[in-house]
């Protein structure tokens, strides 16, 4: 976080729009999908399901290899998602931005450690595959006990995607 580290700037800016130049294109493309999706799902902020789902609707060649590796198919795995974190008919469409005010606790925290994990890797900004990194990682992962329940580890999800990165960067 930027309390750690003064001469790191946190992610998000004072006014809690994110800071562009601490978030690749995809990346930055991923959120607004996530954004969108929390709203399609009647939330009335975006949760670590609609990060997910972002990285899902948009994917970038790591998060492809990623859904090969694991043997899905991520425009199903999107629409799963979709309808178990479907909220029911609400009176308005709910009105979100891509503001911390508009972000869970859980998704700034993911924010926030996907950009450590990118300076840690030696880049400036946040990629998808970041994001999907410190998603699976993430104590209490919602995302991770969805796939836990049909069978498949956190740590298989993790070790999928670490391989999925590597193969993509060297492509």
């Given at each position: ?5 003064p ?26 999908e996530?954004?969108r ?10 949760r ?53 005010e ?10 926030r ?14 990629t ?11 104590t ?19 070790e ?12």
């Amino acid at each position: 976080m930027a309390g750690s580290d003064p001469d790191r700037q946190d992610i998000f800016l004072p006014g809690g729009h994110p800071r562009r130049e601490c978030l690749s294109d995809a990346a930055a493309q991923v959120l607004c999908e996530a954004v969108r999706l929390a709203r399609d799902t009647r939330w009335d902020s975006v949760r670590s399901p609609h990060l997910f789902m972002g990285l899902l609707a948009v994917p970038d060649a790591g998060v492809k290899l990623w859904g090969d590796r694991l043997g899905a198919d991520l425009g199903k795995l999107l629409a799963q998602f979709q309808e178990l974190f479907q909220q029911e008919e609400v009176e308005c469409t709910p009105l979100l931005m891509l503001n911390r005010e508009f972000l869970s606790d859980n998704v700034m925290r993911l924010l926030r450690e996907a950009y450590m994990r990118a300076v840690m890797h030696h880049r400036d900004a946040v990629t998808p595959m970041d994001l999907l990194i410190t998603l699976l990682t993430a104590t209490n992962s919602i995302v991770a006990d969805c796939f836990e329940r049909i069978g498949i580890t956190a740590a298989k999800l993790t070790e999928l995607a670490v391989l999925a990165e590597q193969q993509s960067t060297q492509s």
